[in-house]
Nanobody, 119 residues
Framework: QAQLVESGGGLVQPGGSLRLSCAASGFTFSSYAMSWYRQAPGKERELVARITAAGGSTNYVDSVKGRFTISRDNAKNTVYLQMSSLKPEDTAVYYC????????????WGKGTLVTVSS
């Protein structure tokens, strides 16, 4: 019943911007740390950005620092990834993830949205 649905992916030129959204339902969103992962062809899935449950702290992979911003709106059960100065190497399927610790780790995943950066 828990569900994460990503949107906002598409084709963008190098140097352009894109905003991804992830809408959550079926669980207590405000108790979960939320993350964006991505997987490019021939590469492992990597953590791109993470934000704590209350939104007080964020983490980013080195390759996107200064270009991407993760944020959340707990009143709307939504997490965002604002991407700017996009590069061809950012091309990947981007996945939304929710995680909570309560007697063990619990994870929920979205199906992903494709971002293609190309001229």
């Amino acid at each position: 019943q828990a569900q994460l649905v990503e949107s906002g992916g598409g084709l963008v030129q190098p140097g352009g911007s894109l905003r991804l959204s992830c809408a959550a339902s079926g669980f207590t969103f405000s108790s979960y740390a939320m993350s964006w992962y991505r997987q490019a062809p021939g590469k492992e899935r990597e953590l791109v950005a993470r934000i704590t449950a209350a939104g007080g702290s964020t983490n980013y992979v080195d390759s996107v620092k200064g270009r991407f911003t993760i944020s959340r709106d707990n009143a709307k059960n939504t997490v965002y990834l604002q991407m700017s100065s996009l590069k061809p190497e950012d091309t990947a399927v981007y996945y939304c993830n929710g995680r909570v610790w309560n007697g063990g780790r619990m994870d929920y995943w979205g199906k992903g949205t494709l971002v293609t950066v190309s001229s």
